[in-house]
């Protein structure tokens, strides 16, 4: 059985996931929640989701359900007389897109087509055939898609490259190098799934992991096979969220916090007025917390053909090292970076005196899909990204690529919608709320 840990110390207090069968330490996941915008307890959900879409009806007619308000005699008279004109239609979620990825491979004279794209395409979109593209997945993750110029990663950019080397003939597996990640677990879950949308291409997909925790493993679990050097190390003791009040210090120095808030769910004010946790942020903390821990336990256990409660045992011993870990069929093998790239010649048949071709994140990312034969459909979803902090207007000292900006938002929805044909598209457009690191 699990125990929540809830220490409130006068600045700070933290919520564990864990056991207290293990002696774990304090080398857990942290994620400060304090300005949490939440109005009422609200897990996170990271597993994919359907939407149940409704269409408006054919004359473009708002659909209400009328249960509480009686309709007039001229709206009847009204319904009776359109017929068929004012009838609404109502679509069962059957006929919707379900939004898992589903590969078909190029063949017959489009397979031909792509071939010829890539005797055309630019010098830097030219890759080796047989290559492996390699990408380390290492510290902070951006929402917004990076020039060339931009280091760090980009999730967009990450994302589409692992749709466009499951359709490049080109490329023969993914190499991911996973290290320290520093990111929410939105992104963690979107990197994750589109690793399982490669798979389904056919190809190989293998995880080096130097360094390991939950986030790190929960990535490399989706992988057909994971490999650690002998001094990898590895720190799956559990969850824990942290919250810090400095109440007591500002009443140290004779200040009083004047904070307006609405709600007992609203937690944004709680770190300068209460010197602990409130009840409602603990459960609000704890039905999040408790969320992450489930989805991981089930997302991990189903992925190494383990039952739940194995899977959560094992962690709650304390894992740290990792011979233990091989045993247990968490890992495939304990080898260096080297030993990989020996096993992946003699897997592709490259004599051993040659080079591994291979590709890497940033030149793999200007390759166009248009180049591997990926065409756009003819409905078109517009994505707005939106990530960090929400204010009314633009400060002047503000960063001009930091948080979101009311106004500015709202002027793009605007000019997206104006621009998009109504009639022609099923969803209109779609807005990509990612959580703030």
């Not at 220490?7 to 864990?18: A, G, K, N, Q, V």
């Not at 917004?144 to 999730?155: A, I, M, N």
């Not at 904070?259 to 609000?284: F, H, P, W």
């Not at 400060?395 to 621009?419: D, H, M, N, P």
Request: proline share 5%; hydrophobic share 35%.
């Amino acid at each position: 059985m699990s125990k929540l840990l809830l220490p409130t110390p006068p600045l700070t207090t933290s919520i564990h996931r864990c056991n207290t069968s293990s002696s774990a330490s304090a080398l857990q996941f942290q994620c400060r929640f304090s300005l949490s915008p939440l109005s009422r307890p609200h897990p996170l959900t990271l597993t994919p989701f359907r939407a149940h879409v409704r269409r408006r009806d054919l004359s473009l007619r708002r659909a209400f359900d009328s249960s509480s308000d009686p309709k007039s005699e001229e709206q009847e008279k009204e319904e009776k007389e359109g017929g068929v004109d004012n009838q609404s239609v109502r679509i069962g979620d059957e006929d919707y897109p379900s939004g898992e990825f589903e590969f078909e491979p190029i063949t017959g004279w489009r397979s031909f087509l792509v071939k010829l794209k890539m005797l055309a395409a630019f010098p830097w979109e030219r890759v080796r055939k047989g290559s492996v593209l390699t990408m380390k997945l290492r510290g902070q993750i951006s929402d917004q898609v990076k020039s060339r110029f931009s280091p760090g990663l980009s999730l967009p950019q990450l994302c589409e490259n692992f749709l466009k080397a499951a359709y490049d003939p080109r490329i023969s597996g993914i190499y991911l190098h996973i290290d320290s990640l520093n990111c929410g677990w939105g992104k963690v879950e979107e990197i994750r799934r589109h690793i399982l949308d490669f798979k389904k291409s056919g190809k190989f997909v293998v995880a080096y992991v130097p360094l390991c925790q939950e986030k790190e493993y929960y990535l490399a679990c989706a992988c057909e096979e994971i490999y650690a050097p002998p001094s990898a190390y590895f720190s799956l003791f559990g969850l824990t969220v942290q919250a810090s009040f400095v109440r007591g210090i500002l009443d140290n120095i004779g200040i009083e916090p004047q904070v307006e808030r609405i709600g007992k769910y609203k937690s944004a004010g709680d770190q300068l007025a209460r010197r602990t946790i409130s009840e409602e942020n603990c459960e609000m903390l704890t039905a999040l917390l408790d969320n992450i821990y489930t989805n991981w336990l089930d997302k991990v256990s189903s992925a190494k053909g383990k039952r739940r409660e194995d899977v959560e045992k094992f962690i709650n011993e304390g894992v740290y090292q990792v011979d233990k870990l091989k045993e247990e069929g968490l890992i495939s093998n304990i080898i260096y970076d080297d030993e990989i790239i020996a096993m992946l010649k003699e897997r592709l048949g490259v004599k051993s005196d040659k080079d591994l071709p291979m590709v890497d994140y940033r030149k793999y990312s200007r390759v166009r899909k248009w180049t591997v034969g990926i065409s756009g459909g003819k409905e078109l979803v517009a994505i707005i990204r939106a990530s960090g902090s929400i204010s009314r207007v633009e400060s002047q000292l503000s960063v001009s690529s930091s948080g979101v900006i009311a106004e500015k938002f709202i002027e793009k929805i605007r000019t997206v919608r104006g621009k998009l044909d109504f009639t022609s598209y099923k969803f209109p457009f779609q807005i990509s709320m990612q959580e703030a690191d």
